[in-house]
């Protein structure tokens, strides 16, 4: 049997190999295609195969490849947290290259498909090997192929203007993180005390011995990196940009499983270089995450492009995975293993649910878009009898994201509050008391998220067709997206009935990150029953509540159909005003209204009536203009400040430029003369 | 005699399904009499649910599967959640199916299919029914999550049996925390349930409606698991404030004779708690709309104030 390693390293291989050879195939489209995405699928299964295998042994592997830097070869090493991030991106790429059979075709003939397949694959290949690498120089060439791929990705479309401006400020604030990062692992480098490039490896930066002023600065520089490819908030601003403007595979990819790789960093700095630390860094984690949770969801539920919206919806779950890591970090420091193992399992866990419902969320995205060209909700409707395979599946990842159980997502979010209902048991009276705020603001967050997709899923797929083209126009996607979707909604209920195999599975990670099992507590009285920490305390049975829902309602449904009676479809009933049009339906900003009023002073909300009279009788109302703007403060308290501040700086020393030669030869002169006064 | 934990499960189970009209009909009898008009008999809403039953029914034309399937599946969750509450016995083999958190989710896929159904249809009031309610739901989470929370602490354990369990045993005491986390919890259970003042469960056409509006499109046997489920609602609600704050009678294990004195005690529990109920919704009119954070705000407030009672007095 091959060993978990080599089969991760086939499947990068594969990749890189594909990346190589999808330009020979150009010219025979009706094969590239189907080939290269279906050997992307069985890559990303082998990788998925190599990390269950990892997880599930709780081994740990390492090689080393004599390519890179002279006296620093690259380091590979697949530990279980490694392995964890594998299967994720794995089971990613398995769903979205199957998807993608189908999707990129729409594309056919417009564009480059080598273009495509190539950064594709390149992409994957380049998170993969970001969680393999196990030196900091290596790690960063996979963060950079990483960075690079997808932001050709989403610059695939780049004839519109609105899509190179979204890719250049991915582009930037990607790098703005990765400098941090690299600043980060300096300080650990250089605190590490070994000789040459070995403090570089990540196995010198597990033995170092920081003082903890130089361990909290690189904690926080690689945070602040790891941060600004997640998108947390206020780091976010690239995120509802670039999302929407990409391909939506590649959506789907980078927010399902992209992001994912800083809450990989995150952990890895943390957990196994740091290991020791106080409980404040986990402080900043936790409010981060709290903010980022909030503010993403409400800033989702303000918006009508259907894959902003989502994009909103990355930011408000990775700040429920920080929310996750954060109470760990805070129990770890308080030498609290077993919840600092419950909070770690619930953020990685939330990882993995989210990956997976995200992603389905996204590819039904593409299907809606691949099916009706708009993006805007306000243009839909009733798409649910057009498409009738894609809507079930769609509201599987609705129905997951809102935390609703027996689906996925209600499984992490559940463990999450159970680690914030442990949180009374800290020996610090002021976390006592701040802690279960948090746990009213996840709250929140979660019954905005429900109120958000009521809205996504009622706005799209319910209702009548809002749209100004014809709706007989619109069919259903072909079979390789439904099947990319429908094994991600399998998943989304596999993962929310059978958490107790879940967590025994990965429980390996929490045993080497925080020195504690879970698994033991969780499963105790079987796989029916997950018990964290004890059966006393709480419990929850996710095949009870599917079965015993399934059961009840099709008893009912018999017991009322023993004697059927007459159903007759009418006309909609429109209280006896008889011009009812479809433009009468609620709409996506009337639906969100209550909230935006409520919540509105966290946006800068603008909105605006004109009534334009009647051109007859000027004393009658003609036609009623209504504007709504909504924008993201962040934007002019952060950003907008810095971009002025350059240009500038840029303008200042762009006086400099004169265009004559002589003052040229002046500057020349002048730099001479100061060079030999320096140097004499 | 002592009955087995399953046989008490399917008690409880057609207990809560076959009385939770009688209780829905008791309510409107009292209410009734608090306004000074004649009540129909405590029998109105199963006559009601019958006629419902046998009815025809009418669909708009371009309702989906959604709109037809809602009803059953509110109808199933409801019915899982009387399953899991302790009414008579904390003996009940499938308790540990959810604990007080997961109870509140499940009411949350209600909430999600009920305003599902309110689109579907496209008109006005549907939506406009669908949007009020996941604004007021958005609002009452993190109170109820607050008062779970401050009642978890008094007795270390989420789950409902247990709640019970310790709660029963302790002696009987006035209790600052608990005080101020029964004060929220009523205020969010009258949000949860659309009573007054959040929600008119009496009006049929009007502009204030909410859970109504959503639900204005159905007719014949799909309203009656409606209603069926609503009632279920308002009695499960009740049930789940009767074991968080006044559990004692509740039996420890299946005996028979405890189990009566359990079902005496939680009739009579069950009509004093309707009378408040009456009570508060006699004496409020129904707020605007924009009211509610306040209310809802204030409901928050309640519960933070008893846990922090808790870790200052207890």
């Known amino acids: 049997m091959p060993a978990s390693l080599d089969i991760a390293g086939f499947a990068v291989l594969l990749l890189l190999a594909l990346a190589v050879l999808a330009p020979l195939l150009s010219s025979v489209r009706t094969i590239q295609i189907p080939l290269a995405f279906s050997l992307s699928a069985v890559a990303s299964l082998a990788a998925v195969v190599a990390g269950i295998m990892t997880v599930a042994s709780g081994s740990v592997a390492s090689a080393t490849i004599s390519i890179g830097l002279p006296g620093l070869p690259f380091h590979l090493r697949l530990d279980p947290l490694a392995g964890f991030f594998l299967v994720v991106i794995g089971l990613m790429g398995l769903f979205v290259s199957i998807y993608s059979i189908g999707y990129v075709k729409g594309y056919g003939g417009v564009r480059s498909m080598t273009q495509m397949i190539c950064f594709y694959t390149l992409f994957l290949a380049g998170m993969l090997l970001v969680v393999l690498a196990d030196d900091a120089y290596f790690f960063l060439v996979a963060w950079e192929l990483m960075a690079a791929a997808s932001y050709f990705l989403v610059m695939y479309e780049d004839e519109k203007g609105e899509n190179r401006r979204a890719a250049f400020l991915y582009l930037l604030i990607a790098h703005v993180g990765a400098l941090a990062i690299l600043l980060a692992f300096g300080v650990m480098a250089g605190q590490s005390g070994a000789p040459g490039f070995v403090g570089y490896t990540f196995n010198a930066m597990r033995s170092a011995q920081l003082s903890s002023g130089w361990a909290a600065a690189a904690f926080f520089l690689a945070f602040f990196g790891f941060a600004a490819k997640a998108g947390v908030i206020p780091l976010h601003v690239w995120l509802p940009e670039a999302h929407p403007v990409a391909p939506s595979n590649i959506s789907a990819l980078m927010s399902g499983v992209m992001l994912k790789t800083s809450i990989y960093g995150i952990c890895r700095f943390a957990f196994d270089f740091i290991k020791v630390f106080p409980w404040w860094w986990g402080g900043v984690v936790l409010a981060l995450g709290l903010l980022s949770a909030v503010l993403g969801v409400l800033y989702a539920l303000m918006q009508h492009d259907l894959k902003r919206l989502l994009a909103y919806h990355s930011v408000e779950n990775i700040g429920i995975i920080l929310i996750g890591l954060g109470l760990s970090m805070i129990f770890a420091a308080f030498q609290m293993p077993t919840l600092a193992a419950l909070a770690l399992v619930a953020a990685l866990y939330h990882t993995l649910n989210h990956a997976v419902f995200k992603g389905l969320l996204f590819m039904g995205a593409g299907a809606v878009l691949h099916a009706t060209h708009v993006r805007n909700m306000e243009e839909m409707g009733g798409l649910i009898h057009r498409m009738p395979w894609t809507a079930p599946l769609f509201l599987v990842g609705c129905v997951s994201i809102s935390a609703l159980p027996p689906f996925n997502g209600f499984v992490s979010e559940w463990l999450t509050f159970q680690a914030f209902l442990l949180s009374p048991a800290l020996p610090h009276p002021l976390l006592k008391l701040l802690i279960p705020l948090g746990a009213a603001l996840l709250a929140l967050t979660g019954a905005l998220a429900a109120a958000c997709f009521v809205k996504v899923f009622g706005v799209v797929f319910l209702g009548q067709w809002r749209g100004h083209q014809k709706p007989e126009r619109i069919h259903e996607v072909g079979p390789s997206m439904l099947v990319g979707m429908l094994l991600a909604a399998i998943s989304c209920l596999l993962l929310g009935i059978f958490p107790t195999w879940v967590i025994g599975w990965l429980d390996t990670i929490p045993e080497q990150l925080c020195g504690a099992k879970l698994a033991e507590s969780a499963g105790k009285f079987g796989w029916l029953w997950l018990t964290p920490i004890a059966h006393e305390r709480a419990s929850y049975s996710g095949p009870v509540v599917f079965i015993g829902i399934l059961v009840v309602v099709a008893v009912t449904w018999l017991l009322l159909h023993v004697h059927a009676t007459s159903v007759s479809r009418v006309p909609i009933w429109d209280c006896g005003f008889v011009k009812l049009t479809p433009r009468m339906q609620y709409t996506a900003s009337a639906f969100s209204m209550p909230i935006r009023r409520v919540l509105g002073f966290l946006f800068a909300v603008r909105e605006q009536v004109e009534i334009v009279p009647h051109t007859n009788h000027p004393a009658l109302p003609g036609s009623l203009q209504y504007r709504l703007r909504i924008r993201d403060r962040f934007w002019n308290w952060l950003y907008a400040p810095q971009g002025d501040a350059a240009y500038w700086v840029a303008r200042q020393v762009g006086r400099l430029q004169q265009g004559r030669i002589q003052i040229y030869l002046l500057y020349s002169f002048v730099t001479l003369i100061v060079l030999l006064v320096f140097l004499g | ?314």
């Open chain 2, 1 to 314: 005699m002592s009955l087995h934990p399953f046989a008490i499960e399917l008690l409880q189970f057609v207990l809560l399904l076959g009385l939770a009209p009688a209780f829905a009909g008791w309510v409107k009898i009292l209410k009734c009499r608090a306004q000074g008009r004649t009540a129909p008999g405590i029998l109105q809403p199963y006559r009601d649910i019958r006629r419902l039953f046998g009815k025809d029914i009418v669909l708009a034309e371009n309702a989906s599967w959604i709109f037809r399937f809602t009803p059953y599946l509110v109808f199933g969750v409801t019915a899982v959640a009387a399953g899991i509450i302790p009414l008579l016995s904390v003996d009940l083999p499938l308790s540990a199916t959810a604990d007080v958190i997961a109870l509140v989710m499940l009411f949350g896929i209600v909430r999600f299919f009920t305003a599902l159904a309110g689109m579907d249809i496209g008109t006005a009031f549907g939506g406009m029914g669908s949007s009020r309610e996941m604004m007021i739901a958005s609002l009452a989470e993190p109170a109820m999550l607050m008062a779970v929370f401050t009642v978890s602490l008094a007795s270390n354990s989420s789950s409902l049996t247990q709640m019970v369990a310790v709660m029963g045993q302790a002696e009987f005491a006035i209790r600052p925390s608990l005080a101020f986390a029964l004060a929220a919890f009523i205020m969010i259970a009258l949000a949860e349930t659309g009573r007054i003042p959040v929600d008119n469960p009496a009006t049929h056409l009007e502009l204030t409606m909410v859970h109504e509006a959503m639900i204005l499109e159905y007719s014949g046997r799909h309203l009656a698991l409606f209603e069926w489920a609503g009632m279920m609602k308002l009695t499960i609600f009740f049930a789940l404030g009767i074991a968080a704050f006044s559990p004692w009678g509740i039996a420890a294990d299946g005996d028979i004779g405890a189990l009566l004195l359990a079902f005496g005690l939680l009739v009579f529990k069950l009509a004093v708690g309707a009378l408040i109920m009456v009570l508060i919704e006699t004496g409020l009119a129904k707020m605007r709309l924009f009211r509610l954070p306040e209310y809802l705000g204030s409901a928050f407030l309640l519960a933070t104030l008893g846990m922090i009672a808790f870790f200052i007095l207890e």
